[in-house]
C-alpha cells in the first residue's frame, strides 16, 4: 500500500476501540510511561486475562472514578501500594481486595535483607571462624595503582554518604535523607540500619573448567614454561575440554605483575567440590551480601548445594538467626499451602520477636490485614496483570520515539 508510516498511525488513532464488559475480577498495577516520572495503570480482566483498560495515572482518584463508571467488579487484585488501597474504597467500597502474594513474599524477603545487613558483622565473624568459609580470587593483587586510586576514591564517596546516620540523629526522615545526599531509599534504610559502614561485597570465585589443571599448569610455570599455545596442547592431551584463550589469559595474568615490577599473585586454589574438604589454606574468607545471603534461608534444601547447607547451618546457631529462619519458614508454608487460619497467629509471634526488621514488617500485615489475609486464602493473584506490564515494556520498545499514551493504549486495547 502506497501510504507513509505518519498516515498509518493517523488512521489506526481514527480506528474504534472494542468496548470491553465490565471484569468481575479486576487486576489493577502500575506501569512506567516514562521511568522515574510518569506512571500509568493497567487494569486486567483476572478471568479471561484480557486487558481492560489504560488509564494515564495512578493516582487514587482515577481509580475511584473508573470504578465508580464501571460498576460490577467484586474482587480486586493489586499490590500492596496505598494509592491504589485508597483509590478501591472511594470507587467501590464493597470489593473485595487483594493483595498480590508475589509481592507479599518479596516484601518479607526485603524484611530478612535488612536483618541481615544488621547483623552483617557477627555474621561475617561466626562464617569466618565457622566451616562456610568461601575462598575466591585475591584480585588486588594485580591491580594497578590507577585501579586502586579509582577504588578508595569510590570508597571514600561512599563513606561520604554515611553521612545519613547523621542526619538520621538530627530527626530528617528517610525521604529527606535521600534527597538531600542524592540516594535512593533503599540505600538510606540499609545504612542507617547497619551498626558499621556496610561495605561492597565481592562476588564469590565461580567454578572454572580450568581448576582441574590450575596446579599442573604453576609447576609447567615455575619450570620456566610460559608459552600459551605450548600449555594449552599439554594440558589438551590430559583431557582439557576448552579453549586456547582461557590459557592464554592465564598466562597474561601471571605476566602483567612481571612486566609492572609488582610481586607474582598467589597461586589460585584448584576449585574443591562441594563433598570434598574445604582448602587449607583459602585466599579470603568473605560472606555472600545480604542480598544473596537471603536465598540460602529462603529455598527448600532441595535447591541448596552441600555449601550453602552447610553455611545456613554455621549461621543459624546465632540466636537472632535462628528465631528469623523459624519464622521465615513458617510464612512461606502458610502462604504456599493456603493455611489462613496459621496467619495471624504467625503475625503475633512475630510481633514479639524481638527482630525489628520483621516486627515492623508484622506491623504492616496487622494493618492491612483484611487483604493479607484474602490473599492467603482466595486463589486470586495478580500474576496476570504483571505479564501485561512487561508486555507493555515490550511494545513501548517496539514503538521506539511514537510509544505516547494514545498510541500505547489503542495497541493494547485494540489487539
Sequence with gaps: MGVSASTLLRYVRRCPIPVQPTPRVLGVDDFALRRG????????DGET?????LLADRTADVLAAWLQAHPGVQVITRDRSTEYARGASQGASLVVQVADRWHLSG?????????????????????????????????????????????????????????????????????????????????VRKYIASPTFP?????NRQKSILDPYAAYLQARWDEGCHDSRHLWREIREQGYPG??????????????????????IRQVQPFQ?????????????????????????????????????????????????????????R???????????????????????ELPELTRFADGLQREFPIIYAAVELPYSNGVTEGHVNRL?????????????????????AA
Excluded at 516520572?37 to 486486567?44: D, F, K, P
Excluded at 561495605?199 to 562476588?203: F, M, P, S, T, V
Design 107 to 187: 516484601n518479607f524477603r526485603e524484611a530478612f535483607e535488612r536483618l541481615l545487613d544488621r547483623l552483617r558483622p557477627p555474621l561475617v565473624a561466626y562464617s569466618a571462624s565457622g566451616e562456610a568459609s568461601i575462598t575466591r580470587y585475591d584480585r588486588s593483587r594485580r591491580r594497578g595503582t590507577k585501579d586502586q586510586t579509582q577504588q578508595q576514591a569510590s570508597r571514600a564517596r561512599r563513606y561520604e554518604r554515611a553521612r545519613v546516620k547523621a542526619l538520621h540523629t538530627q530527626g530528617l526522615n528517610t525521604l529527606q535523607i535521600a534527597k538531600r545526599l542524592h540516594l535512593s531509599r533503599q540505600t
Design 393 to 413: 515494556k515490550f511494545l513501548k520498545r517496539q514503538m521506539y520515539g511514537r510509544a505516547n499514551f494514545d498510541l500505547l493504549r489503542r495497541r493494547v486495547l
Design 243 to 264: 579453549s586456547l584463550r582461557m590459557v592464554w589469559l592465564w598466562v597474561i595474568l601471571r605476566h602483567e605483575p612481571e612486566q609492572k615490577g609488582r610481586p607474582p
Design 37 to 44: 516520572r510518569n506512571y500509568g495503570t493497567v487494569l486486567v
Design 199 to 203: 561495605d561492597i561485597q565481592r562476588a
Design 273 to 329: 567440590p562441594s563433598v570434598a574438604e574445604p582448602a587449607a589454606a583459602p585466599a579470603k574468607s568473605i560472606l555472600p551480601t545480604s542480598q544473596r545471603l537471603v536465598w540460602v534461608f529462603i529455598h527448600p534444601p532441595d535447591k541448596l548445594d552441600e555449601e550453602q547447607l552447610r553455611l545456613r547451618h554455621t549461621l543459624r546457631q546465632i540466636p537472632e538467626v535462628e528465631r528469623a529462619f523459624t519464622l521465615t519458614q
Design 49 to 53: 486475562h484480557r486487558p481492560v483498560e
Design 331 to 353: 510464612f512461606f508454608s502458610l502462604v504456599h499451602q493456603r493455611q489462613s487460619a496459621l496467619l495471624q497467629p504467625w503475625i503475633d509471634d512475630c510481633r514479639t520477636s
